[in-house]
């Protein structure tokens, strides 16, 4: 890939672009000291950590016509999800933040004309704050992933600019009913679809278990064609979103298994029938899938669904974690117990815990884990859980589906699909996967069907189907590219450390959940001799360079720097060392070529220092 210059999207030129370019160790550096040198070129960002720019001009002018001077806002797709953050903010905040602290709920003024095939119930909150409680917002934002996407921003900014958008209250009485929110247009869904929530003045569902129905009613054709029209000649759009309630099924079914060819939206008959064995699981349905719109919003969502599925315990945290992971356990409930190592030794000590009478809600765990590429004994991990009674969360994104079928050991399985699911860096996406035959599945659903909302904005579907397509022929090209990487830093003396599932301790544990077809997956970690070492090797490779992962293009970044730069000496406690580079393998031809350039610029430090 060519150089992409600092604060540059990455991809380059992508307006929903999810990395944005840091291509110098020092860059990185400048970002999290918030240098302006840095920041101020930044026309992107990772969503939850950087609020899009198409956001921020969306929460500008709701401040300038509903707000006050001295108020931000921050947005989101749903009330509840507004209410939410307001709560969050009540509780973590000091009493001094708390003024001038409110929810805006802009709905469609029933006064106004709206054009043809205007979505019926267009709606959009915002939480107000000042700029002592925003801070605190913001950490909700990143924390839950409840914030709404750039492309919802930019269809209500629309409509908002054009007055047909006013605050909930001052519409008259009998307004339209407003719990639909964030489901995309109500011409886009179908009553069939697990994920429409909208019986019920709360999001349920009424306990209704939903068939998979596809085709729209006859009436409904007209209508659709009538919105796809106006949203593309109004908003210039060019997607079909008629066919999202196909493109969400298509992609629950590539996540079970069973969708692996391309496929033509428009006809339901190109869509396969769920396998009841799907990834080797019996009873396995596809409305056992939900769609949300990160994949922290998956962890956030299940650890929510679990606290009213169960008694409120304290959760475990197992093995080092994806940052926002253990942030969540421990800000939302009554906490959580770390094990950072995520060892046969932790185990060890939690199964002490548990024959001394401790009680836990679930334990929490990566497969592999990010960044050592270390994997939980899941094994030993159901055992426990089937004795002592907690329940299984597993986020798979680093193995993905293709490679490990972690399904049976786990009572739920998550996944960001931003990753190599997409691809595409341009479109979040996320996955909740309720294992059929846990014995918590009957209490996770009820509370799934009473409270679970459909946040996945339409826009967002289209693309993250479209990209999804050639899923499974990408990942077999990113393992084997992946091997080959590994086996250039393995035989290079500066290189320290090689973290990867293959080359692993924990590697049996891998093996327990390998797909006989699977690989070892497209992400691994190195160390260098010294850091300076790893600054050359970082400045001088000749990747994309920003956060994330899971590209179809390779990417390189300072990991440990980026996510833990405030606690480096807590990282480095649990053997995650501040110079480690992390490397999310791509698609190139070429890549053995450019990594051994890379090392050939660390070896000019050596000589330099000899």
Not at 71 to 100: G, H, M, V, W
Not at 432 to 449: C, D, E, G, W
Not at 511 to 516: G, I, N, V
């Amino acid at each position: 890939m060519p150089s992409i210059e600092l604060g540059d999207s990455i991809p380059p030129n992508t307006a929903h672009a999810v990395s944005v370019s840091l291509p110098t160790w020092r860059s990185n550096i400048g970002y999290e000291e918030g240098e302006q040198w840095v920041l101020g070129v930044m026309v992107t960002g990772y969503p939850r950590f950087f609020i899009h720019k198409s956001i921020q001009a969306f929460g500008r002018d709701i401040v300038a016509k509903h707000g006050s001077a001295n108020q931000q806002a921050i947005l989101f797709p749903t009330k509840k999800t507004a209410n939410r953050c307001i709560e969050f903010i009540r509780d973590k905040a000091p009493e001094s933040a708390l003024t001038d602290l409110d929810v805006l709920h802009l709905v469609l003024d029933p006064t106004k004309k709206a054009p043809a095939g205007l979505p019926d119930t267009p709606s959009i909150s915002a939480v107000l704050c000042t700029s002592e409680s925003f801070p605190f917002a913001k950490q909700y934002w990143q924390h839950s992933g409840d914030g709404v996407s750039s492309r919802r921003a930019e269809f209500y900014h629309a409509l908002f600019k054009e007055n047909m958008l006013v605050p909930e209250d001052t519409v008259s009485s009998s307004p339209r009913p407003l719990n639909k929110l964030g489901r995309g247009p109500k011409r886009y869904r179908r009553t069939a679809s697990v994920d429409d929530t909208t019986n019920g003045s709360n999001g349920a569902n009424n306990n209704r278990q939903y068939p998979v129905t596809l085709d729209p009613p006859a009436d409904e054709v007209t209508d659709t064609l009538e919105s796809s029209r106006f949203l593309e000649e109004r908003y210039g759009r060019n997607l079909d979103l008629s066919l999202v309630p196909n493109a969400k099924s298509a992609i629950r079914r590539r996540i079970a298994g069973v969708l692996t060819t391309d496929i033509d939206l428009e006809s339901t008959a190109a869509l396969p029938t769920m396998d009841s064995n799907a990834r080797g699981i019996s009873n396995f349905k596809e409305d056992d899938i939900y769609l949300v719109p990160c994949g922290m919003n998956a962890i956030f969502t299940t650890h929510q669904t679990l606290l009213k599925a169960r008694k409120p315990e304290k959760s475990i945290n197992f093995g080092f974690p994806y940052v926002d992971t253990l942030k969540i356990l421990q800000k939302f409930g009554p906490g959580a117990i770390f094990y950072g190592h995520g060892s046969s030794a932790d185990l060890d000590d939690l199964e002490k815990r548990l024959e001394a009478g401790e009680k836990f809600l679930g334990l929490f765990c990566e497969f592999p884990g990010n960044p050592l590429l270390t994997c939980p004994d899941l094994t030993r991990i159901r055992r426990l859980a089937d004795k002592y009674d907690f329940a299984v969360v597993v986020d798979e994104t680093v193995g993905n589906f293709v490679n490990v079928n972690v399904l049976p050991f786990a009572d739920v399985v998550v996944s960001s699909l931003t990753k190599i699911f997409s691809g595409d860096c341009n479109v979040m996406g996320g996955s909740i996967i309720l294992n059929p035959n846990s014995r918590y599945y009957a209490s996770l659903k009820r509370v799934m069907t009473a409270e679970f909302e459909d946040t996945y904005w339409a826009e967002d579907v289209i693309f993250m189907e479209r990209n999804s397509r050639d899923f499974i022929s990408r990942i077999d090209r990113v393992n084997a590219n992946a091997e080959a990487i590994c086996e250039v830093l393995v035989a290079h003396p500066l290189v320290t450390n090689v973290y990867y599932p293959k080359y692993n301790e924990s590697r049996p544990n891998y093996e327990a959940c390998k797909l006989p077809t699977g690989g070892y997956g497209g992400l691994l970690s190195c160390t260098l001799k010294t850091k300076a070492h790893a600054m050359a090797f970082y400045d001088a490779i000749e990747t994309a360079k920003g956060p994330s992962l899971g590209t179809n293009f390779t990417l390189t970044s300072p990991y440990v720097v980026l996510a833990h730069y405030q606690e480096l000496d807590w990282a480095a406690s649990f053997g995650v060392n501040p110079d480690l580079l992390r490397i999310s393998v791509g698609l190139e031809e070429d890549l053995v070529d450019i990594f051994k350039k890379a090392l050939k610029a660390a070896e000019a430090v050596q000589e330099d220092t000899e």
